[in-house]
């Protein structure tokens, strides 16, 4: 049997509901200014998830100095 397994952030989950709700009450014809801004949001929520994961690999490759002791 197979199966299909989605993994998507909040910001992947809320832009692809919002598309689907925005086609299923336009009926496949959704004015122009709708797909811009739903094109515009996936971009944004592409980079937002980008940097997240640049940030989360620095943070997790960090080695933090030894202490140092003042005498």
Same mark, same amino acid.
């Given at each position: 049997?197979?199966?299909?397994?989605?993994?998507? &952030?909040? =910001?992947?989950?809320?832009? @692809?509901? +919002?598309?689907?709700?925005?086609?299923?009450?336009?009926?496949?014809?959704?004015?122009?200014?709708?797909?811009?801004?739903? &094109?515009? =949001?996936?971009?944004?929520? @592409?980079? +937002?998830?980008?940097?997240?994961?640049?940030?989360?690999?620095?943070?997790?490759?960090?080695?933090?100095?030894?202490?140092?002791?003042?005498?």
């Amino acid at each position: 049997m197979r199966v299909e397994v989605q993994f998507r &952030t909040i =910001a992947m989950d809320f832009w @692809a509901s +919002l598309e689907h709700k925005t086609y299923y009450k336009y009926d496949a014809q959704v004015p122009q200014h709708l797909i811009d801004g739903l &094109t515009e =949001a996936a971009e944004a929520a @592409a980079h +937002l998830d980008e940097t997240m994961e640049r940030l989360h690999h620095e943070v997790r490759g960090y080695q933090p100095s030894a202490p140092t002791i003042a005498i």
